[in-house]
Every structure is written in structure tokens, then in C-alpha cells.
């Protein structure tokens, strides 16, 4: 059963910055693409940024230029770095990894991000 963990959420002033790291509990390598999602209460949960196996990403308009997505082969993780953070970027943030074998799309728990003043 793949896990993937995530860490690194808190409370931040708008303008700060976060880094969120999502372990894995295989490797990283037999996943096509691994990505952050992000849901704040009443809303769906949304894209983020995702990263491709070929190291190809992808972000939301909303975070473009401001976040950045990585991946760590030899640690089996995904990163998220977070820059000029804003209000609306507060929300629960989940990792999510897509076998390459299998097809099947694995989710983390979910660690809370905080914006405020």
C-alpha cells in the first residue's frame, strides 16, 4: 500500500513563505505524475501544481510565478515552495501521486495552510 505523507503547513503573515514536502513510501519513479491539491472549507478541491515523471509542470493561474513545484528522486518526495503567500491560498493542501503501473491515483492526508494577518 503506497503512503505518501505530507508536512511543512502553518501559519504564515501575508507575503511569507512556506515549503511543503510530501514523502512517499515507494518510489517516486513508478509514478507518471505527482501534484498538490488544494481545498479550502465549501470549496472543491483544486490543482495546484503537478509535475510529470519527465519533470514537465503545471500550475493553476491563481499560483503561477509564485509557487514551485520539485521532486527528489533520492529522498522519494515532492516539494512545494510557497512565495508571496495570500489570503486565498489558505486551505488544506494534499499530495497526490498517479501509478504508473496500476493507474491508481493515491492521496495523502492533507496539511492545513494559513494566511492571515
Known amino acids: 500500500q503506497v503512503q505518501l505523507v505530507e508536512s511543512g503547513g502553518g501559519a504564515v503573515q501575508p507575503g511569507g513563505s512556506l515549503r511543503l514536502s510530501c514523502a512517499a513510501s515507494?518510489?517516486?519513479?513508478?509514478?507518471?505524475?505527482m501534484g498538490w491539491y488544494r481545498q479550502a472549507p465549501g470549496n472543491r478541491r483544486d490543482l495546484v501544481a503537478d509535475?510529470?515523471?519527465?519533470?514537465?509542470?503545471n500550475y493553476a493561474d491563481s499560483v503561477r510565478g509564485r509557487f514551485t513545484i520539485s521532486t527528489d528522486h533520492a529522498k522519494n518526495a515532492v516539494y512545494l515552495q510557497m512565495n508571496n503567500l495570500k489570503p486565498e491560498d489558505t486551505a488544506v493542501y494534499y499530495c497526490?501521486?498517479?501509478?504508473?503501473?496500476?493507474?491508481?491515483?493515491?492521496w495523502g492526508q492533507g496539511t492545513q495552510v494559513t494566511v492571515s494577518s
Open positions: 515507494t518510489s517516486i519513479s513508478t509514478f507518471s505524475a
Open positions: 497526490n501521486a498517479d501509478s504508473l503501473f496500476t493507474g491508481r491515483t493515491y
Open positions: 509535475i510529470s515523471g519527465g519533470g514537465t509542470t
